[in-house]
């Protein structure tokens, strides 16, 4: 039967083509070098390769899971109402929550009144504390303005009526409550799921969704900040939700996040502060210089799933790994160790150069043809056939 099988085969390929030979199968052959300083070095690079690819890869950074960033919405509500008394002129006045935090600016920011100066001005000519100057040509020449004794320019200007301003310390806002609610939607991942802060906490929780001014401020990285150090001169400070997800898990808790800002930009001028002018009429007005806290939320996240194709992508990639320790066992065997010649003679073997012998043999067939036995054989045969040619001729 098998030789039948092997003469079906034979008259398939061909008579000329062995089977075998066609439908070889080729393997590598190794050569096993007995060298304990060389098996020690592969196998330590292995073993911390492998360390790496479980621990690194899959573990720590977790490679096998797909990702998709996503910006979400926040909303805040604000609690508390406060009595002040003036440090200038002498006044009591109740501030409410809406008073506190304006102006409101974007949706979702919280700016909190900690300290507020009040102004009581009419148009007129007077010292403007906001021109100081050495002599005249410092104030403007074309209202004719004049440099007081006091070092201001005197022109017209909104001048104080009274000789004192309202100067409200807002100290009581360090416990003022603010309610955030946050939410955020993976759209790629999950378009019908979306985690909020109000998923089973529809009400206010204390260092959940609920936070005090103070408390937002001692959360700041790298450094907490005292509600004392900025109650002058305001800060601005950015709080961010940041989600980490699981798209199968519908539970998930944000972490919150709290840095400043004001310091970032310029380390001698910080704080937070702005100007307001409320009008009576066109020549009078209340000018509010208000320091405060500056509130930017922020909500971010990170949704990510399982992902079989990231899985065997890195895990073919970081096999690859594991091919650079013989390599280098190579190297330091034929370049580096003192038996390094005998080791190449070894691993390699050397075929001699069947170039030069195809030539040689080439140059001997030449020289055999030129030799004169040859030549006559060479002869007698041309005269055969120039023989049969003639008799060839005649015969037609």
Known sequence: FLQSHHLVLMELFGASEDPDKLCSYSTKQQVEIQNKWLGIIQCTMQTAMVTYIVFGIFIYNQGYLDYEPSRGAVATHVHGNFVAVSSGRPKVRY??????????????????????????????????????????????????????????CVEPSWCAVEDADETYELDAVADLAIWVKSSIQFVGMAPAKIWSTETDHAYPEPGYNLFTVRDLLLLCEPTPVRFEEISKLGAAIEVQFLWNCHINNDKCKPEVKVRRLDTLFDEAQFGYFFDDAEYISDDERYLKKVNGVRIFIRTVGVGHRLSVIKLVMKASTAGTLLTVAPLIADLLMLQVLALRKRYFARKYEVSPDFSEYQEQLEAKKEALARLPGNLAEDERALERDQSWQRRLEEHD
């Open 95 to 152: 501030f409410t929550a809406e008073e506190i935090t304006t102006p409101g600016l974007e949706n979702g920011n919280v700016f909190v009144t900690t300290r507020q100066s009040l102004t009581h001005q009419k148009r007129g000519v007077c010292e403007d504390k906001d021109m100081p100057c050495e002599n005249d040509e410092d104030c403007h020449a074309q209202v004719d303005g004049k440099c007081s004794e006091k070092g201001f």
